[in-house]
């Protein structure tokens, strides 16, 4: 079943380190918990890409996810 691997998967237990709107550190959550949360468009990822700093939303990190994955 390949929802269940998806659902189990080591990646989703790994930490992510929650900002607040100043970009000082808050919690740490799971990757589900994070996940969850910017899909429904409470949190936003900010990624280091070539020494900057860019952020997305939920449809947006879809992409860019879609994109490394064709080219890797």
């Known amino acids: 079943m390949v929802a ?5 998967s080591p ?3 790994s930490s992510v380190l929650m900002l607040n709107r100043h970009y000082l550190a808050v919690r740490v959550v799971n ?3 994070a996940l969850t949360l910017l899909y ?6 900010v990624a280091v890409e070539d020494g900057h700093y860019n952020s997305y939303d939920f449809e947006s990190w ?3 996810s879609q994109a490394r994955e064709k080219f890797e």
């Open 40 to 45: 429904r468009d409470q949190v936003e990822v």
């Open 31 to 33: 990757a589900k918990r």
């Open 4 to 8: 269940g691997v998806v659902a189990d």
């Open 11 to 13: 990646a989703l237990a």
């Open 62 to 64: 879809c992409e860019v």
